[in-house]
T-cell receptor
Framework: DSGVTQTPKHLITATGQRVTLRCSPRSGDLSVYWYQQSLDQGLQFLIHYYNGEERAKGNILERFSAQQFPDLHSELNLSSLELGDSALYFC?????????????????FGPGTRLTVL | GEDVEQSLFLSVREGDSSVINCTYTDSSSTYLYWYKQEPGAGLQLLTYIFSNMDMKQDQRLTVLLNKKDKHLSLRIADTQTGDSAIYFCAEGKNDKLIFGTGTRLQVFP
């Protein structure tokens, strides 16, 4: 158990809908990262928040948004869902930010939320 | 580009050594990581190596880094059925990890 929690575990919804995925980082971690894992795209970085502020954006669609709250939990909002959005969405957390120093930047991953869009 | 490449599959007999290879892209990446993903689970950090090191050993795991060729490998000694999983290499770049395509390791008795 990494200490990172994600809810829900599974989500099934229809095209055009909107969903919210939730992540609670490990106690003491200030950074939250979101990744998408799909069969055709592999594991892709979406966005990074550090202490409530957006730090870096990856291949995140405009239909997707995220935020990190004062208690450091984060939510990933996916709207106008399409079939191709079906994937595993992972959240990771680290103490600090960046990928430069494993002692503070090692990312610990949650179990993921499996999103199925029908 | 940002493609980190790995071979897709590896099949080994229980008790043998497994070697999973990775070619990364950015010579300025400071740290390189190996993660393991078991079926239906998240990613578990196995080990990492600093870019100025050639080798790191951690129990049954040995990481070799050839910085000139941007080649990283993970050797698992005495591979067990419990090692069956997908293994991802990743390079730490600024605020994110760039993951490889993943290698599915299958261990047969």
């Amino acid at each position: 158990d990494s200490g990172v929690t994600q809810t829900p575990k599974h989500l099934i919804t229809a095209t055009g809908q909107r969903v919210t995925l939730r992540c609670s980082p490990r106690s003491g971690d200030l950074s939250v990262y979101w990744y998408q894992q799909s069969l055709d795209q592999g594991l892709q970085f979406l966005i990074h928040y550090y202490n409530g502020e957006e730090r870096a954006k990856g291949n995140i669609l405009e239909r997707f948004s995220a935020q990190q709250f004062p208690d450091l939990h984060s939510e990933l909002n996916l709207s106008s869902l399409e079939l191709g959005d079906s994937a595993l969405y992972f959240c990771a957390s680290s103490v600090a930010q960046g990928g430069r120093n494993p002692s503070t930047d090692t990312q610990y991953f949650g179990p993921g939320t499996r999103l199925t869009v029908l | 580009g940002e493609d980190v490449e790995q071979s897709l599959f590896l099949s080994v007999r229980e008790g043998d050594s497994s070697v999973i290879n990775c070619t990364y892209t950015d010579s300025s990446s400071t740290y390189l990581y190996w993660y393991k993903q078991e079926p239906g689970a998240g990613l578990q950090l196995l080990t990492y190596i600093f870019s100025n090191m050639d080798m790191k050993q951690d129990q049954r795991l040995t990481v070799l880094l050839n910085k000139k060729d941007k080649h990283l490998s993970l050797r698992i000694a005495d591979t067990q059925t419990g090692d069956s999983a997908i293994y991802f290499c990743a390079e730490g770049k600024n605020d994110k990890l760039i993951f490889g395509t993943g290698t599915r390791l299958q261990v047969f008795p």
